[in-house]
């Protein structure tokens, strides 16, 4: 991700501008000490499956720790961003309802 000196990346499996979707689904991956530095917030409702390892996630007001197993369910405009401190990768599987609008269903 952009300005994250290689510490977050993410890996896409559906094209979000792909219309003939209304999902997006990426792994998202931090690397120890990667960090969302600022909370931010998305219109629509998602998913979050940790996949592996262990970070705080700041929800709303609160910071919580997450670790493999744990599912998340964000309302739209949650506030929210994440901090990895562990000593291995975090990883997550992100689901977002996507196109909505492109396709006419709201």
Partial sequence: ????NGTW?????VDANDVR?????????????GV??????????HGIFI????AV???????VEVEAGVFLWLRPFCPQACYAGG??????????????KKKGLF
């Fill in 57 to 63: 996630y700041h929800l709303n007001q609160d910071w």
């Fill in 51 to 54: 996949l592996e390892g262990k």
């Fill in 21 to 33: 979707h209304d999902m997006h689904v990426n792994i998202v991956t931090f690397q120890p000490g």
């Fill in 9 to 13: 990346f993410t890996k896409r499996f």
């Fill in 1 to 4: 991700m952009p300005n994250s």
């Fill in 87 to 100: 000593p291995g990768p975090f990883r997550y599987l992100l689901f977002k309802r996507e196109n909505v």
């Fill in 36 to 45: 969302i530095p600022f909370a931010e917030t998305h219109v629509m409702e």
